[in-house]
């Protein structure tokens, strides 16, 4: 299975950016893709953005498209989520998760992705 280890959480006013990564161990992965998802205080877990492996193809949620990206390095395991113009609204814990594509379907569905980190805290003041 595939430990992922998120970093790059913090406070942040409002209009800033923040940029997130996550880094899996181990082997070179080898996985289908790589997500971000986002779960505030008594809200579901919600889809912020995914990237496959291989071909690069990226999958946003409604509510960040335009104001983030997420980018990886193949090199370094990593994926990158740069988050811009952030608001007080995107304040939650934010996972990495990976999926080995057997179960691939929308991008945007937790039950898609079979691997998750610890997250990272996200807090955004107004």
């Known amino acids: 299975q595939v430990q992922l280890v998120e970093s790059g959480g913090g406070l942040v006013q409002a209009g800033g950016s923040l940029r997130l990564s996550c880094t899996a161990s181990?082997?070179?992965?080898?996985?289908?893709?790589l997500g971000w998802f986002r779960q505030a205080p008594g809200k579901e877990r919600e889809f912020v953005a995914a990237v496959t492996w291989g071909s690069g193809a990226t999958y946003y949620g409604d509510s960040v498209k335009g104001r983030f990206d997420i980018s990886r390095y193949i090199a370094k395991n990593t994926v990158y989520l740069q988050m811009s113009s952030l608001k007080p609204g995107d304040t939650a814990v934010y996972y990495c998760?990976?999926?080995?594509?057997?179960?691939?379907?929308?991008?945007?569905?937790?039950?898609?992705?079979?691997?998750w980190g610890q997250g990272t805290q996200v807090t955004v003041s107004s």
């Open positions: 181990g082997r070179t992965f080898s996985g289908y893709a």
């Open positions: 998760a990976s999926s080995d594509g057997s179960r691939w379907y929308t991008a945007r569905n937790a039950n898609e992705y079979d691997s």
